[in-house]
Nanobody, 126 residues
Framework: QVQVVESGGGSVQAGGSLRLSCAAS????????LAWFRQAPGKEREFVGG??????????DSVKGRFTISRDNVDVNKNTMYLQMNSVKPEDTAVYYC?????????????????WGQGTQVSVSS
C-alpha cells in the first residue's frame, strides 16, 4: 500500500512563492513516478508536473519556468517530492494533489495514477 500526504499550501500574493511537499511511502516507492495535479473550482483536475525515479521531469506549459519539481529519495520506501512555485498567479489558485504510479512514465492524465493524497489548498490573491 502506498500513502501520499501533501503539505505546504496556503495563501500568497501574486508574484510570490510557495513550496508544497508530498511525503510518499510504500514498498519500492523509489521506483514510482510522482506527480502534481491541481483542481480549481468548477474545473477538471489537471496535470501540473511530474518526476520519475531517475529525476526526469515534465511540466504543463502554463507553469514552465515558474514551477520546479524535485525529489528526495529518503530511502527505497520513502520519498519526498517538492513543488517550488515562483511568480505565482491568481490562476494558480486550486487544490493541489500529489499522485503516485509505479514505473518510469510521467503520465499527464488522472486515470493513470493509482494513489492520491487528500490535497492542499493554494490561494493566490491579486
Amino acid at each position: 500500500q502506498v500513502q501520499v500526504v501533501e503539505s505546504g499550501g496556503g495563501s500568497v500574493q501574486a508574484g510570490g512563492s510557495l513550496r508544497l511537499s508530498c511525503a510518499a511511502s510504500g514498498r519500492a516507492l523509489h521506483t514510482y513516478t510522482l506527480a502534481w495535479f491541481r483542481q480549481a473550482p468548477g474545473k477538471e483536475r489537471e496535470f501540473v508536473g511530474g518526476i520519475n525515479w531517475s529525476a526526469s521531469t515534465s511540466y504543463v506549459d502554463s507553469v514552465k519556468g515558474r514551477f520546479t519539481i524535485s525529489r528526495d529519495n529518503v530511502d527505497v520506501n520513502k520519498n519526498t517530492m517538492y513543488l517550488q512555485m515562483n511568480s505565482v498567479k491568481p490562476e494558480d489558485t486550486a487544490v493541489y494533489y500529489c499522485a503516485a504510479q509505479p514505473g518510469p512514465m510521467i503520465f499527464r492524465v488522472v486515470e493513470r495514477y493509482r494513489y492520491w493524497g487528500q490535497g492542499t489548498q493554494v490561494s493566490v490573491s491579486s
